[in-house]
């Protein structure tokens, strides 16, 4: 029980969104999405008001649907979605991630320091590190009024160069090889394909279908070019399956043996 409540104040994740955008098109209730991820029932109401987009129809733009005043706030499961002939509010979990990433972004790139803060700190930890060759913990040791940051936050504070301290002053930072940094250039994968084809997703199902056949299957591939660069596909069946379906699915790892000429 304490670690579902140490859970509550957690940020919420891709996985919660998902469940959230998952159980909303299904038409639940924010009681029984808060109880599944563990949040508090205000999270994800929050959540979806302040992540959720207008999906025009043709020219119509404007909110004007009564329904969307009171909970879900989104028109993920109205059954007049097919027929409706407004402009729709929609929660979708890719979304909702990647604005909540953007945003976070933007909150930690602003500097939160200040121009006298700045000034102190040239003016008293600079020398101490140029000339007398402190290290950056001594100085926070001996001189933490003057920086409200973490150690983290001053070096970036160097690399941006808004201290007169550089990098060739810190005797530990110079032996570091430089990090390569990560490439943001090329495009996001859009995590759309994973909604309804995730773990959790299979156990519901399981639950509401407990006499369903599973069919399990695993795909090893070798070193490309290598010794053994074969690739070999492993299936297991679980006893319930027909034995019709086993029979055809022989017959298709058959023609498969054929195309590879296994």
């Not at 936050?153 to 007169?164: C, E, G, N, S």
Request: with cysteine; charged share 25%; hydrophobic share 35%.
């Amino acid at each position: 029980m304490k670690k579902n409540n140490e859970k509550k104040y957690l940020h919420l994740t891709y996985k919660d969104r998902s469940v959230i955008h998952e159980f909303l098109n299904y038409g639940y209730s924010f009681t029984t999405i808060c109880n599944r991820i563990h949040k508090d029932r205000t999270t994800v109401a929050k959540e979806v008001k302040s992540h959720r987009f207008i999906k025009p129809f043709g020219k119509f733009k404007e909110i004007s649907c009564p329904n969307l005043n009171k909970a879900p706030y989104v028109c993920n499961a109205c059954p007049d979605i097919g027929k409706c002939r407004k402009a729709k509010l929609i929660y979708d979990a890719a979304i909702a991630d990647h604005e909540y990433r953007q945003t976070l972004s933007l909150q930690r790139a602003n500097l939160k320091v200040t121009k006298d803060q700045v000034a102190a700190i040239n003016d008293v930890i600079a020398p101490l590190m140029i000339h007398k060759h402190h290290s950056v913990n001594h100085v926070f040791a001996s001189h933490p009024e003057l920086l409200p940051f973490s150690k983290s936050t001053f070096y970036r504070y160097v690399d941006l160069w808004l201290l007169d301290v550089k990098n060739i002053d810190l005797q530990r930072k110079v032996r570091f090889r430089v990090k390569k940094e990560y490439d943001y250039s090329h495009e996001k994968i859009d995590h759309k394909y994973r909604l309804g084809r995730q773990y959790h997703d299979f156990q519901d199902y399981m639950e509401l279908h407990p006499m369903a056949s599973i069919v399990e299957m695993d795909t090893v591939i070798g070193t490309s070019g290598g010794k053994g660069a074969n690739a070999s596909l492993l299936y297991y069946l679980e006893p319930l399956i027909s034995c019709l379906f086993t029979c055809s699915l022989i017959k298709e790892f058959s023609m498969l043996m054929k195309f590879f000429r296994i």
